[in-house]
Each structure stands twice: as structure tokens, then as C-alpha cells.
């Protein structure tokens, strides 16, 4: 409990006291594959302005690094919204999460749904993502929008400043640009800058669920690979992985779970953990 403890403290301090400078961008979690962790952040997410509150904290464990990835999927409300989880193995897993107000009837469902639906091995794990992704969806929809709107936004700077040349096909090594064209089911020769460009104008648009699963997921084959800092610019990547984060998180909970046993999956339990801020909300 002691990483949970750490966490729910940091709800208080990030609920209390803002930042007065922006944090680092957030590369860890879209460039660090949970099986390459050495070094994990135990994270809290405070969505006032979009960005995110971190503590960095060693820990010996892989599962810490599941904190920011499953708090991200708890944010649901609007500004000041912030949440913070922690996934425990052993005999007895348990799942504790955390926000600084009492989560709503709703909100306590959808954490049961995405758990019951990450642990039900009876479906292949590609249905499970897929699944678990529009479930993440109808939940955090305004937050989605909210950060894809941002995207746009730098989008247009960039190319009201420096026109469309910002984003050039031979800034990448050979190798890391056939296989992103083939991760994103483009012809040999076709541009990824002009692709690139096409992809951010169909965001201007994007409105229902199915046009936000497929922006997730563009986003996340285009953060996930470290060489695009080579390419894309970093205000516009940084953003680009903050989409992308949602298609990660759904990927390294299916993947984590399935590392569990049948007997530790039927023994997994959710707490809700109420923290000092939530009791003052009650009152």
C-alpha cells in the first residue's frame, strides 16, 4: 500500500497546489515498453489545462508503471479532474484507484466494466482491446476531443509559420520509415509527409467514437516510435502521444492482466480508495 499511500498524497498536493510552470513532455509512456522498465513513475493525473501532474518514484516492480497509464482512463470529468490507481500482484491482486472527489455510480461501473473485460480470457485479447477501447471512449470522450483539439491547434501554427515542408520523409533512417509505412498500411513510396498532413486536416472533423478509435490509433503507431522525435515536431508529437496514450493504456492493461493466472484473475478485487479531498467534497 505503500505506492498507493504515495500516490493519493500527491491527489492532495496536485489538487492543492498548481503548478506555475509546465511539466516535461509526456515520452514515457508511449516510448517505454512495459517489458524494457526499469525505472517506473507512480503518477497522478490533473487535467486542469490538459497537462499532466508526475512524481517520479524507482520502484522494483513493472506494475507502477500502469499508474499514469490507468489513471489517464479514470479521467472523465471536466478540468481539475484528477485520479490516481494502483495494480498489486501476488496471491491476491487487487486494484486500488483513487480520484480527489467521490467517484459517481457511473464512473465506479466503468472501472468494474474495464476490469471485468481486460480479465475475461474467454474472448481473444484483440477483442478485449477493442472492446476495452470503445468502453474508454464512451467514457472519456470530451477529454479525447479536448486533446485531439489541441493537436489541430498546433497543427495549424505549424503550418501557418512554416508551411508544410515541417514534417520531411528523410529526416527518418530508411529502416524506421518502412516500417512505419507498413504499421500504417501505406504503398512503399508513398510520402509519410504528405500522409502526416492528411491525417492532421481529418482530425478537424473527428465527431463520433469510430473516428476517435482510429485517431487513437494513428496516434499511437506515430508516438510510439522514438525516431519520430527526428521528424515530427516536439510540441506537435507531444500531443500526438497524449491521444495515443488511451490506445497504450488499453494495450499494457490487457497485457498485464494476461500475465496474471486463472486462480489470480477470479481472486483480482477493485477498491475504491476515498482520499482527505474526496470527504471535504462530501461536505
Known amino acids: 500500500m505503500d505506492e498507493m499511500l504515495f500516490a493519493v498524497s500527491q491527489i492532495e498536493f496536485c489538487t492543492i497546489h498548481r503548478r506555475t510552470s509546465p511539466p516535461p513532455p509526456a515520452t514515457n509512456r508511449l516510448s517505454t515498453p512495459i517489458v524494457d522498465v526499469e525505472q517506473s513513475h507512480a503518477n497522478t493525473l490533473n487535467e486542469d489545462n490538459g497537462e499532466d501532474v508526475a512524481s517520479v518514484e524507482p520502484a522494483a516492480t513493472k506494475h507502477l508503471v500502469l499508474l499514469d497509464l490507468l489513471a489517464l482512463m479514470l479521467v472523465t470529468g471536466a478540468k481539475s479532474d484528477v485520479a490516481a490507481t494502483m495494480l498489486t500482484m501476488g496471491r491476491e491482486p487487487k486494484f486500488y484507484y483513487s480520484k480527489n472527489r467521490p467517484l459517481t455510480d457511473d464512473e465506479n461501473r466503468y472501472v468494474q466494466e474495464i476490469l471485468t ?43 501557418a509559420n512554416a508551411g508544410r515542408d515541417v514534417h520531411n520523409d528523410n529526416s527518418l533512417p530508411a529502416e524506421t520509415a518502412r516500417l512505419l509505412r507498413i504499421q500504417l498500411q501505406l504503398n512503399p513510396s508513398e510520402s509519410l509527409q504528405a500522409f502526416i498532413w492528411e491525417w492532421l486536416d481529418s482530425l478537424k472533423s473527428v465527431q463520433t467514437p469510430e473516428q476517435m478509435k482510429h485517431a487513437i490509433g494513428r496516434a499511437y503507431v506515430l508516438g510510439i516510435n522514438d525516431q519520430m522525435r527526428n521528424m515530427i515536431d516536439p510540441i506537435l508529437l507531444q500531443r500526438i502521444r497524449k491521444v495515443g496514450d488511451y490506445g497504450c493504456a488499453v494495450c499494457q492493461l490487457v497485457g498485464e492482466i494476461s500475465r496474471l493466472s486463472d486462480r489470480q484473475r477470479r481472486a483480482l478485487t477493485i477498491h475504491e480508495v476515498r482520499t482527505a479531498m474526496s470527504y471535504r467534497f462530501l461536505h
Open 117 to 159: 473485460c481486460a480479465c475475461d480470457t474467454t474472448t481473444s485479447a484483440t477483442d478485449r482491446l477493442d472492446t476495452l477501447i470503445k468502453t474508454v471512449i464512451a467514457q472519456c470522450r470530451q477529454k479525447i476531443k479536448s486533446r485531439i483539439k489541441k493537436i489541430v491547434q498546433r497543427a495549424n501554427d505549424l503550418e
